[in-house]
């Protein structure tokens, strides 16, 4: 079975600080994807990799960056957190650019 | 640009029930349909995928149906159980090359099986 795992489940963290969300999946997928999920919107596309070192933005990049230095793990990053970045955040990857997609079980990330 | 709609938002129905829940999509152009199924505070679960070029796909209780045309298409969950209750989402997959990679979803259905 695929395995995609994300550090934590829960986060608490202040405006302004930096934040890191890892995820990794077990299954050499090449392609991998964030996205953000919440109440009345769904879940959105924030950014997608194809390949190591490599990044795409998808429908809401503003605010964060992402980093793929290993084919493994796809980092999101918040610059600089601010209170309507409070969501839950899911990963998710793919073997094939247009396959299955396979999720994480999600971060809550919760900013104050 | 791609719009997902599913209806109903939410359904409560008697445990053994056949159910069928909607999906449609505003563009026909895509290169397939996914379903998943959410549990409250967790992640997605796979479901079923279907290409563009397929009208269905079954797994065990579950049939899910396309109708590409029409933007369409139906998961239908036979003899339900309370083990069923979640959330249900539909996401398509554009073309390559037809606008932002990645999934677009509806919202989902909140499906409540009443044992």
Known sequence: DVKVTQSSRYLVKRTGEKVFLECVQDMDHENMFWYRQDPGLGLRLIYFSYDVKMKEKGDIPEGYSVSREKKERFSLILESASTNQTSMYLCASSFYREGEQYFGPGTRLTVT | ?115
């Not at chain 2, 290409?51 to 149906?65: D, I, K, V, Y």
């Open chain 2, 1 to 115: 640009k791609q719009e997902v709609t599913q209806i109903p938002a939410a359904l409560s129905v008697p445990e053994g029930e056949n159910l069928v829940l909607n999906c449609s999509f505003t563009d026909s152009a895509i290169y397939n349909l996914q379903w998943f199924r959410q549990d409250p505070g967790k992640g997605l679960t796979s479901l079923l995928l279907i290409q563009s070029s397929q009208r269905e796909q079954t797994s065990g209780r579950l049939n899910a149906s396309l109708d590409k045309s029409s933007g369409r298409s139906t998961l239908y969950i036979a003899a339900s159980q309370p083990g069923d209750s979640a959330t249900y989402l539909c996401a398509v997959r554009p073309r390559p090359g037809g606008g932002a990679d990645g999934l677009t979803f509806g919202k989902g259905t909140h499906l409540i099986i009443q044992p």
